[in-house]
C-alpha cells in the first residue's frame, strides 16, 4: 500500500502536494501563532517596537487613503424621456410634416454639435502647437 492510499487519498502527481499541505495545517493554530507574536515582541527593544507601530500606523493610513479615493460616487442624473402623444386619427400629411419638423430640429442640433466639436479641436491644436514650440 502506498503511503497515500492507506490514508484514503488518491495517488495521482498532486496527491502528495495536497498530502504537504494538509499535513502542515495541523501546525496552525491561533494560540501558537500568539505565542510567536508575543515571543518575537519581547525580544525586541522598545525604540524598534515604536518604529514598527509607527511604520504599521503609516502603511495603514497609505492602504485607508487608497480605499477612501478608489470610491467615486456616481452622481445621480435623471433621465426622463418626454413622449408626445399623438391622436390615431391623423393623417399621412400630419405626420410628414412633423417629420420634416424634426428633422430640420436634428440637422440644427447636428450642425451645433459639430461646431463644438470642431472649436474643441482647434483649442487642442493650439496646445499641440504650444508644446511643438517648447519641443514636446
Not at 14 to 42: E, H, N, Q
Request: hydrophobic share 45%; proline share 4%; aromatic share 12%.
Amino acid at each position: 500500500m502506498t503511503r497515500c492510499a492507506h490514508r484514503g487519498w488518491s495517488c495521482g502527481p498532486g496527491a502528495l502536494i495536497f498530502a504537504a499541505v494538509f499535513s502542515l495545517l495541523k501546525f496552525l493554530s491561533p494560540l501558537r501563532a500568539y505565542r510567536d507574536l508575543r515571543g518575537f515582541l519581547v525580544q525586541r527593544r522598545p525604540h524598534e517596537l515604536v518604529f514598527m507601530v509607527i511604520a504599521a500606523f503609516l502603511t495603514m493610513i497609505v492602504i485607508a487613503g487608497f480605499v477612501h479615493d478608489s470610491r467615486v460616487e456616481v452622481p445621480y442624473k435623471e433621465n426622463i424621456i418626454y413622449v408626445e402623444s399623438w391622436p390615431l386619427n391623423r393623417s399621412d400629411a400630419e405626420i410628414r410634416a412633423q417629420q420634416k419638423i424634426d428633422m430640420e430640429k436634428q440637422r440644427e442640433d447636428a450642425e451645433k454639435l459639430e461646431k463644438l466639436r470642431a472649436e474643441r479641436r482647434a483649442q487642442f491644436q493650439r496646445i499641440d502647437n504650444s508644446l511643438d514650440s517648447w519641443g514636446f
